[in-house]
């Protein structure tokens, strides 16, 4: 198996996505190659690095795919994922679980004014005094 020899400096962050416009119509191969995402075996041969081209555009778009989330606390423990729906107790009571208090950064005491709209309810912080 030949030993790869050439790697090209590929593209990163504002300057992929903004190349990746730029090149319109041309085929994600095609995209990738442009970007530098490919590299040159001693025979000559190229190959698309299409995979590490994709990650990179993701990165450079903000998007994460990673099926843990960045907002966690890293100790590496699985658990329920939170699923944006909630059901209405057998007691009348609306419960919003930790996983929510967590994500939007809720302490204890903090107050909030409620909305009802036709078929919503929003939660607006009541600001603290200062």
Known sequence: ???????????????LVAKV?????????????ACGYYSTDKDGS???KLMAF????????????????????GN?????????????QSNGNLLLGSAYTKELDVK?????EISLGRKHIHLNKV????
């Not at 204890?108 to 909030?112: A, H, I, N, S, V």
């Open 1 to 15: 198996m030949p030993r790869k020899r050439k790697q090209s400096k590929p593209i990163t962050g504002k300057d």
């Open 21 to 33: 416009k730029q090149l319109g119509d041309l085929t994600r191969e095609e995209k990738a190659k």
């Open 46 to 48: 190229e190959r698309i």
């Open 54 to 73: 994709l990650n990179a555009l993701l990165d450079a778009e903000g998007i994460n795919l990673d099926s843990h989330s960045s907002s966690g606390n």
């Open 76 to 88: 590496g423990r699985g658990g329920r994922k939170a699923s944006y729906r909630v059901s209405v």
């Open 108 to 112: 204890p005491g903090d107050e909030f």
């Open 127 to 130: 600001a603290e005094p200062s």
